[in-house]
């Protein structure tokens, strides 16, 4: 294990094989809260970040674990809480390969988030399958993958353990530099 939460309900956690990766940083970082958050059990820590060096590639990647506020919040401040959460991965390492995974809470108006991530460098990918399926109204892809300098070529819908939501396996590699996607910094006139 490379770090977990400590102060919090949500019980983050990040795992890395040593076999292939070197760890050089982890940590913990809090995100705006939400109403929930203020008034029933908190959720301090909303984000782990790790920055492990790929030992078989000898490249290095800023990986992610993240919760978003729940459906009781706004898209508005789960945006927020993304953008929040990408700036923090970036301080580990802005010229680094980033993967964030997590539980978005952000079942509905996914394009208008792939558009938005898309304008931000990232790409924002999907599972195969829906990821939360308890109940007839919430039901759809809560659990996606943000990237940076990655190709993902799958994101897969594992079978149901221990939590309300199905876990999701993504399958990455590195970009090659010079394949890099034009970001909106880029692209706008001086």
Known sequence: MATATKENRLGLAMYYRRERFDMVRADSFSLKKSLHDRVL???HERLIGVKLLDLETDHTLVAGSFHAAPLTASNSLRRHQINAAHAELLSMGDDFATLMVGDFNY????QKLTERMNE???DLSLSDRRTYTRGMVFRGHFDFATSRGLDIEKVETLPRGASDHLPILVLADYRESGDEPE???EIQPA
Do not use: L
């Open 183 to 185: 970001t909106v910094e």
């Open 120 to 122: 931000s460098g990232y």
């Open 107 to 110: 079942p509905f108006f996914t």
């Open 41 to 43: 059990t908190p959720a």
